[in-house]
Structures are given as structure tokens and as C-alpha cells.
């Protein structure tokens, strides 16, 4: 997994986010990649105080900073963008189509740092950027599985190929919850701690059922069995039941497993003939929201037996 990085050219060239930008200056820098999702206000960074700027960031200058170049003396003004564009600078967005400087424009050209103009206000443009970098820049992974949105719970089921996780996935859908992807799973880092997976594009609503082949669940059973992108709440993986291994029967201590340096529960459910693993995987989902809720049922199963047995034990004390 590689870091995420877009060019300034795909920043100008945005056309679903609203962002609105032109290009005013600094064409030969439109290559510069930024990969942070976050932004930056320079504030003091243009009257000299350098200290905490972070250039690989989108500069943002508001009606704050383009007053202050305006008013000051010039040549103040001047040395003050001529050390700031010293550094590399990815890019700089003037927002409520305010009209910088000549100066500014000028020294922005020969420093190649690419200078985009929107009209929108400073927070709202803040807000809108913001969603776009994060949906672009933040780690992605993909993992071989189903997800599955039960009541209202992101459900990833994983296992080995033949397994039964489309097949599960139908019973799911068949009992009304809804998919989101088959086959291939896009997962996608949001911030702080939360994991977005959805479907690729080409297989979206799309179900293999060995046997049937490929099945269009949307046109099936309508918009209301499919989702198009889900949080990601717990992962079930699907094994092959082992006579010989021991499986968790009380569910007291919580497995997690690490996706992006995100843990999430998990659960191994095994599987063999006779077992129903469309209800299993249903209470499962309804197990988590109960927990989410603070009800925790293999746990006050042991606190009720731990309690009966401290009784017991005085009891047999005061024989």
C-alpha cells in the first residue's frame, strides 16, 4: 500500500466536489503532487514567521491575508511572499475571488508554484477541499471478501474461495439487508478511525453464485437491497469446521484484527453442514449493537456464574 498523492492539475480539474478553481498563476507548477488531507491558513507565515508552515500542504489565503499584502508597504510585502515562496510550496488557493497583488502573481510565476482562484467563501471552501482531499488521499487497501450492510452494522465476511460467502450474502440479502460489495472489497482510511469499504465500479451490485453465475442483486430485489459504499464494523471470517480445533463457545475475550492501522472485532465462524450461517451472521450483527449499547451477554453469563460460585463457596464455609 502505497501513499496516496494527486497532482494540482487533478485539484483544477475537479468537477464533482464544487470547488470552482481557476487558474490564475504559476501554470508550470499544475505536476506538483500534495498528499496531505490536510490544509493550511498561512497567517503569520506571510509576514515572515515561517516556523510552523507545512508547504506540502494547499496554502489557502482568505480576505485576511490578501487585506494585509494590500496595506502594508510593498516592498515589505514583496520580500515577505519571496521568502515564503522560497520553500515548495504545492499550492495556492485565494478564495471569494479575491484578486491578489501584481506583485504576488508575478513572483508565484517564477517560483512555478501553481495560484488557483475560487469564489467561494474561506470556510466553505475549507469544508469542500477538505472532503476532497480526505477521499482521495487517505490510505486505501482491498481485501477479497463480502461486506454486507445488517441492520445498520458494516459486516466484512472473509474466508477462502468456495467457502460460501456469496451464497451467505444472498440469504442476507433474501432476509433484507442490503449489499455493498461481492468478490472485492475497496476499503478506504477515513479519519480519524473509521474504515469505508465499497465495490469497484465494474462489479458493483454484481453477486458470483456458483452454479447461477453472475446476478445483478439491484435489479433482483431492487435499490433497497444494495448500499453503495458502508463503515466497516466487524469482520467475519469463514473457515471449515475442524473437529479437532477448539472454537470459542463463551465469547468473553474480544479478538480484533488491524485493516490501515484501524482494529476492528473479529469473529471466526466455522462452518459445516447443517449450521445456518445466514442467522448466524445476523446475530452476530445484532450481538454488536447490543454490546455498542453496553449489554455484553457471555459476560454477565460469567459474572451471574462467578457470583453463584462465591455463594456457594461461603455456603460451604459456614458448614
Known amino acids: 500500500m502505497g501513499k496516496s498523492t494527486l497532482s494540482i492539475r487533478e485539484l483544477l480539474d475537479d468537477s464533482d466536489y464544487g470547488l470552482n478553481l481557476r487558474l490564475l498563476a504559476g501554470e508550470s507548477g499544475l505536476s506538483n503532487r500534495v498528499d496531505s488531507p490536510r490544509i493550511q491558513k498561512p497567517g503569520l507565515a506571510l509576514a515572515g514567521y515561517t516556523e510552523h508552515l507545512h508547504p506540502d500542504r494547499i496554502q489557502v489565503l482568505g480576505n485576511t491575508e490578501i487585506s494585509y499584502l494590500s496595506q502594508i508597504d510593498e516592498k515589505l510585502a514583496e520580500n515577505c511572499v519571496a521568502r515564503f515562496c522560497s520553500f515548495p510550496i504545492s499550492c495556492f488557493v485565494i478564495t471569494k475571488g479575491l484578486v491578489p497583488p501584481a506583485f504576488f502573481l508575478r513572483i508565484v510565476e517564477n517560483s512555478g508554484i501553481p495560484t488557483l482562484n475560487s469564489p467561494l467563501q474561506s470556510s466553505t471552501f475549507i469544508s469542500l477541499i477538505t472532503k476532497f482531499l480526505e477521499e482521495r488521499l487517505l490510505p486505501t487497501t482491498h481485501l477479497h471478501g463480502v461486506l454486507m450492510d445488517i441492520l445498520g452494522v458494516g459486516v466484512l465476511l472473509t474466508g477462502k474461495s468456495g467457502i460460501g460467502k456469496s451464497e451467505c450474502a444472498l440469504d442476507l440479502v433474501i432476509r433484507g439487508h442490503r449489499l455493498v460489495a461481492d468478490d472485492m472489497v475497496f476499503i478506504k482510511k477515513r479519519m480519524p478511525a473509521a474504515l469505508v469499504g465499497q465495490a469497484d465500479g465494474a462489479i458493483q451490485h454484481l453477486m458470483e453464485i456458483r452454479g447461477l453465475g453472475i446476478i445483478n442483486i439491484k435489479d433482483l430485489y431492487g435499490v433497497s437491497s444494495i448500499r453503495e459504499k458502508k463503515i466497516i464494523d466487524i469482520k467475519l471470517e469463514l473457515v471449515e469446521w475442524d473437529p479437532l480445533h477448539e472454537y470459542d463457545r463463551l465469547g468473553i475475550e474480544e ?52 457470583s453463584r460460585l462465591e455463594v456457594r463457596q461461603l455456603g460451604n464455609e459456614v458448614e
Not at 490501515?260 to 450481538?287: K, M, T, Y
Not at 447490543?290 to 454477565?300: C, E, F, I, T, V
Open 255 to 306: 479478538r480484533k484484527v488491524e485493516i490501515l492501522g484501524v482494529e476492528i472485532p473479529h469473529l471466526v465462524i466455522p462452518v459445516r453442514p447443517g449450521r445456518n450461517l445466514g442467522s448466524i451472521i445476523e446475530v452476530a450483527a445484532r450481538n454488536f449493537l447490543l454490546k455498542g449499547m453496553g449489554y455484553h451477554s457471555a459476560r454477565d453469563f460469567q459474572e451471574r456464574l462467578m
